[in-house]
């Protein structure tokens, strides 16, 4: 085993690190406590590359390999910027864009492509629906052909960029007999008449994404916006997980280190009993703590981004044991954190009851602990 | 980056799998007999040597990793006394011996025809690493030895017992042949987990040692360090054995065994138990990996990743024991058997080298830039 980045990769990583704290992180407070998008920084990333990174370059992107992309989106964690802006990316470029770029006819990716990589254009993908969350197979949004076309019927729920996407990835049924085998993906542009987007929804946590309902109602789109073929929905959805389960965790890894490196900090600074907080082993504890998971967590992102790069088939088995890892054992050293900086850490000034905020979202998102579980137990 | 063992490397971990899974069946047993027998296969593979000299085609101490976990998994106590013998008695000759003094031990250590001790801590540890009680005193051409170590693993059977104290304004490592006078090792002590390993305590009253089987001076913190490290490897590779042992006879009963009419991986309390564990396992096995090729590549993060693999796989492989126990029930409890084996070892894991309290505190203190 070979655990090296390439001289490339890493300077690549310094260099985004250095693009977001100028760039990003200091507009992160405002908008964060003012729950808005921040418009200007996901044009800005646009323009540096990152929404486009693995994308080929005559179609506006860098012709990135994944293990670049990942360490990207831990640069971007690491440097400050919040769960919200990093989850938006993560549903406009790896969820929505790059099931367009995979099953996309040729004249759709120089469409979106270009513009969804420019962030010229945002978007999203509906995927749960209020009675269909785990089981995404019980959805009830049905698109029934009609010449030509094909017309949506149904709601979304807790959909990333919702509000502010141009275009969005659906799923749907197109044969409502059948579980998965009856899902397909169409992509439906903002305006299409029926088809609306709710109010941005109060959350706990990941407060700059826009999350919200869409609707359709007799949403008319033309046939050939369909993806693929009918009955593949539910397959293309689960490509999406090996970017779910590497460039979407590796944010949350990221904010890990960047939450190390604060604690780290504010124990050396904080005196308390006559001395710096630091000195106190129960600190030290929690810091060692944080260190543990970070390096822990670390290579299972990657093993992922690796396979991904390497052209082998997705293994289920190893993207869930670092999706359930990512989720449930980072959240006591996220704790620990917050509890370094006593009332402090409660207070949003520092910036570490937000990571703890956002960092919730982890073992929910994009199948929940749970449903790791499940696919382990089943595939062992 | 890479995370897939070379088709050498595979071969090897096989080659290891078929030996160690010969002895599985006696590994509640006392090592004394197996251990001679076992040294001898050994020596015919690359696995002795691992982490102690370049082995072409394979990855050091990554390579030996790997292998530890299977042999640690089939018989805990064996591979324990193996490990402490080459990679601990053997690793101080290999990073601090003169050519005289590997000659001597090492080349027949190597070929499984000796059997070391390192005796290293004394009645308790520190943080910074205290001086040593045990000294060594220079006597003409001989050092005179004295002090006490409490626990040594291959105490009672060594040919020869690595002692470290302290000397000539440094650390002294003291090669004390096992008829040597004025040594006393102690009866073998009964210990909660690996029970067939031979630990004593070991005390030296005037031991004389020929000065060309002296290593030293060296500065006490590298060279409490470097042995520290050592025995830390080991017992990460000891923590990852009682994990896949302990899960691996969980899933099998899982599968095997019907509550209900259904196997009980069917209901969700047992099937996700085991989903947890083996997520503990695969992160515990790529954390170890990693520390290992930070080791092989002379990283100066690898002292810090491996204390980190060493509380996470302690910590890991109770855990995953206790759960294995938990789906084995009643079939468990009724001793001997590898998961309540397993889940006596891992609290040997959290305890010896470097405590999980001790490394956590030294984690601590390198992220904060305390410390010496
Ligand atoms: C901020 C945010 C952003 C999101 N963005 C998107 C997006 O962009 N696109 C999109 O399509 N979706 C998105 N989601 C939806 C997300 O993927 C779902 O919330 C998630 O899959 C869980 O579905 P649910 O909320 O309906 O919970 P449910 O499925 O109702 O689960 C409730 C509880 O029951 C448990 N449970 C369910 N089934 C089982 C079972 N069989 N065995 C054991 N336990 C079970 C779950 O683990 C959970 O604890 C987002 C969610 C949030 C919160
Ligand atoms: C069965 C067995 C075999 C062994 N084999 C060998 C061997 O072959 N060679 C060898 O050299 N050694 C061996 N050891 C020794 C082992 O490596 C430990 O160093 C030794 O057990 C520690 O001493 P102690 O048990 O007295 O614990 P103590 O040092 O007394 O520690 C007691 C507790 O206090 C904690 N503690 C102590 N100091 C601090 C501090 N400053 N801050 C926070 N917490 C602290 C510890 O973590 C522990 O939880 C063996 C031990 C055992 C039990």
Redesign the interface.
Known sequence: ?????TKEQLMFKEEVIRFAKKEIVPRVAEHELACTFDFEAFRKMGEFGILGLHFPEELGGQGADV?TTVLAGEALGEAGVDGGLTLAYGAHTFLCADTLFRHGTDAQRKKYIPKLASGQWIGCMGLTEPGAGSDVASMKTEAVKKGDTYVLNGSKIFITNGPIADVAVVYAKTDPSQQHAGISAFVVEKGTPGFSSGEPLKKMGVHTSQTSELFFNDCTIPAQNLLGQEGMGFQMAMETVEWDRSALLAPFIGSGSYL?KKC?RY??ERVQFGRPI??F?A???????I??ML???R??V??I???K?SGKPLNH??A??AK??AGD?TLQPMNDAMLIFGGYGYCHEYDVERCFRDGRLAPIGGGTS?I???I???L? | MNFDYSPKEKAFLEEIGAIVSQYASQAGSRVEKPLALILKKLAATPYLRLGIEPVDGMEGPQSLMAAAQKFAAAYPSLYLSVEMSTRVFGGALSRFGSATQKEKFLTPLLKGELVGAMALSESSMNVENDALATTGTVDGDKVLVSGVKSFVINGPIANVIAVAGAYEGGTGIFFVPADAPGLTIGEPLGTLGFEGALISAVSLENCPVDKNFVIGPLAHKEAMDALKLMENQVLVGAALGAMSAAFEAAKKHAKEHKSGGRPIIAYQEVAFKLAEMLTMVQTCELLAQRACWLLKNNDNQALEVFLCAKVMCGECAEKVASGALQILSGSGFTAPNPTERAYRNAKFVQIAGVSTEIARVKIGDMELGYGK
Do not use: P
């Not at chain 1, 085993?1 to 980045?5: A, E, K, V």
């Not at chain 1, 600190?283 to 703590?289: E, G, S, Y």
């Open positions: 085993m070979d655990f090296s980045f293990i190390l780290v124990a050396k630091g000195h082993q600190t030290k504890h929690k810091i060692a703590d260190k543990i390096e822990a967590g290579s299972l990657y093993r981004a690796w396979c790069d088995l190893e869930a044991v359930l890892f054992w749970d790791q579980k499940m382990i137990s089943r062992m």
